[in-house]
């Protein structure tokens, strides 16, 4: 097993650590915010008409594959709490050289996330400022999260919260109204009959073959991005010992309610055939159910649903810093914490970066582009991470088999789970190598790689010690 340094022995060196102020309700909504994605919102209308019906397997087959994940690292959390992430888990059971590219990936990949958001913060917010430029809005609310941040753990839970409670009122309320319509028969003015039979008419459920059915995981796979933020969070968690098992073990629930159970009612009120590819069911099914301020509603749910994801991204880039520092593989000031427990420096730092990144996107020409491409790469990532997770999974079985005895929290089906996960996330990225954006991100991904190996080297050497030898 491998030496590291924890989030409780690796204090700011001024006696401060990180604060167990998150309490059950902010570690169940962040939880949640993790699981539901602006995608499903807005991108919904693609997915289903890309896959029909069959999306909803596509939805249950990864929500159960991203279950067992969080399953496997829950178990590894709660049999070390001193553990303060699943970062510090794979440095602890895989050695430093893939701890140090996991984190800095994982920083990376919010760092992109989060400048995205912003983007899409400002761009839904033209909806009721149409005159008002797009720079305003978005530098506006990126120093607005960093300042969040920069107050108590709780204020980022507190936060998470009340966003991830928009999400779960406007999927309750599609859920509602759909089976209310269905219950009454509703017809729509193009002479759809509301009634789930729609969801097994003849090519409804493949209609464009196996590979819109194949299709349909290259784009849910990243609606799950951010499912492993509680494992980020877990340091900061009050009582993680119930918090945290309680969070995961309803991931299918959610799974079922927030994206299986809504676009079924979806499918069972516009029918296949009439949801729209290029706009939001969402709005579509509210403006049939008699909401004329739908489109209102669900541009301020997006909003909101991307402010959630930019916030999340500010918070736990900070905290792949601060882990990083305290394993000796990023400078030591970004494991210095503020009074009020924040670690400050990595959070200035991760802003600063965020919002060099926020002004190439506004003075660039062409950037976008550019852009599109290094956001493709962090959501490969994120499968590459959750393959890590599993990995160390292995790993601590193999080497540490007493405190899988001892859990209480235990994989279901322990090692053959786990490699029959790693298994799906290769399949995966088999698929993603089939769409021309994810093909050349997955082309580009050495390099990054490469990159971190080359700084791990550098790394390793500074500290004094050349273990960069097999992990």
């Known amino acids: 097993m491998h030496q590291t340094c924890n989030s409780k022995e690796a204090n700011s060196g001024d006696g401060r650590e990180l604060k167990r102020r998150l309490q059950n309700r902010h570690i169940q909504l962040i939880a949640i915010s993790g699981a539901i994605g602006t995608g499903l919102f807005m991108g919904s209308g693609k997915m289903i008409a ?33 553990m303060g992430s699943f970062a510090e888990l794979v440095h602890h059971h895989m050695g430093p050289r893939a701890g140090f590219i996991l984190a800095w990936s994982y920083w990376l990949s919010w760092v992109v996330v989060a400048v995205g958001d912003v983007v899409v913060v400002a761009g839904f917010l033209q909806y009721w400022f149409p005159d008002l430029p797009t720079w305003i809005p978005a530098f506006g609310t990126m120093f607005l999260l960093v300042a969040l941040n920069m107050l108590a ?46 969801l097994v008419e003849p090519g409804v459920m493949m209609p464009h073959g196996v590979l819109g059915f194949l299709a349909g995981f290259q784009i849910a796979i990243f609606s799950f ?21 309680k969070a995961i073990n309803t991931i299918p629930v959610r799974i079922l309610l927030f994206y299986v159970a809504a676009l079924a009612c979806i499918i069972s009120v516009i029918s296949w055939s009439h949801v729209p590819a290029n706009r939001s069911p969402f709005v579509e099914l509210f403006l049939l159910g008699g909401l004329p301020a739908a489109a209102g509603m669900i541009n301020f749910v997006v909003m909101t649903s991307a402010a959630s994801s930019a916030n999340s991204g500010v918070y736990s880039g900070s905290r792949m810093l601060y882990g990083l520092s305290h394993n000796k593989q990023a400078p030591h000031a970004f494991g210095r914490l503020s009074g009020s427990g924040t670690p400050i420096r990595a959070l200035m730092f991760s802003g600063l970066c965020m919002t060099i990144a926020l002004t190439l996107l506004f003075v660039i020409p062409d950037v976008m582009g550019v852009f599109t491409l290094v956001s493709t790469i ?73 990159g971190l190996l080359l700084a791990y080297q550098r790394s390793a050497k500074t500290q004094g010690h050349v273990a960069v030898t097999a992990s």
């Open 225 to 245: 991005v951010g499912t492993e933020l509680i494992g980020t969070a877990a340091a900061e968690a009050h009582n993680p010992e119930k918090t945290l098992p």
């Open 50 to 82: 890309l896959s029909g019906s069959s999306i909803l397997l596509v939805y249950a087959i990864i929500g159960f594959f991203v279950f067992c994940i969080m399953r496997a690292m829950g178990e590894m959390l709660l049999a070390n709490l001193e």
């Open 378 to 450: 962090s959501a490969v990532m994120v499968v590459v991470t959750w393959s890590l997770i599993l990995l160390s999974y292995l790993a601590y079985r193999r080497t540490n088999p007493e405190a899988h005895q001892r859990s209480t929290f235990k994989l279901p089906g322990g090692k053959f789970t786990a490699v029959l996960s790693l298994v799906f996330l290769l399949f995966v990225l088999c698929l993603l190598s089939l769409e021309a954006d994810t093909r050349t991100a997955l082309y580009i991904m050495p390099f990054w790689y490469i």
């Open 153 to 198: 753990v709780k204020a980022f839970g507190e936060v998470e919260f009340w966003f991830g409670l928009i999400k779960i009122i406007a999927i309750v309320a599609l859920v509602l109204t759909g089976l209310f319509m269905i219950a009454t028969s509703y017809t729509s003015p193009d002479g759809v009959t509301a009634t789930f039979s729609h």
